[in-house]
């Protein structure tokens, strides 16, 4: 399975204090450049910077269309770390892109790439026995401690998911 990720996923797991169910879920997770360097350069995160330096699972992979990345950013106002997400994703052909950012995922479902974001990751981990329901409601409440906002919308279909 190809797998991608931007930013914010990568670092809610990390809040959430539940990085490695990326690994149990997707073994690899391909990064591209601009994301593994905003996910290292703020010097506000230290601890967080040497997780994601340290971690085996995280691969980080150039994107071959400089060009397109340009384009992108000029045309949708991304960022380069969702743009250079978006450029791999489509570049590789990957199975899924893991993003959270609703400008970013509109342009990527529009190039036609399979998304999922932080919910869906926690979602597929209680599915497949990874987290419980408390687990999930534990996860939950970590990323509303540490400012990770979640609309009620999503955080309601959660619930609903694990009711079943």
Same mark, same amino acid.
């Given at each position: ?13 990390? +809040? ?56 992108? =950013? ?28 609703? =400008? ?37 409440? =970590?990323? +509303?401690?540490?400012?990770? =906002?979640?609309?009620? +919308? ?11």
């Amino acid at each position: 399975m190809i797998v991608v990720s931007d930013t914010t996923p990568i670092i809610s797991l990390m +809040k959430a204090g539940q990085l490695e169910l990326l690994q149990s879920l997707f073994e690899v997770v391909c990064v591209p450049n601009a994301v593994y360097q905003e996910l290292i350069k703020n010097p506000t995160f230290p601890e967080e910077a040497r997780m994601v330096r340290e971690c085996q699972f995280l691969r980080v992979e150039e994107v071959e269309n400089e060009k397109a990345v340009t384009i992108l =950013r000029n045309f949708t106002g991304l960022d380069a770390g969702e743009s250079e997400a978006i450029i791999l994703a489509d570049e590789k052909r990957s199975d899924v892109l893991l993003m959270d950012e609703h =400008r970013g995922r509109q342009v990527a479902k529009k190039m036609g790439i399979t998304i999922t974001g932080t919910i869906g990751i926690l979602t597929q981990a209680f599915d497949e026995g990874l987290l419980t329901k408390e687990d999930v409601e534990r996860c939950i409440e =970590r990323l +509303k401690e540490n400012g990770i =906002r979640i609309s009620e +919308k999503l955080y309601e279909k959660l619930r609903q998911h694990q009711r079943l």
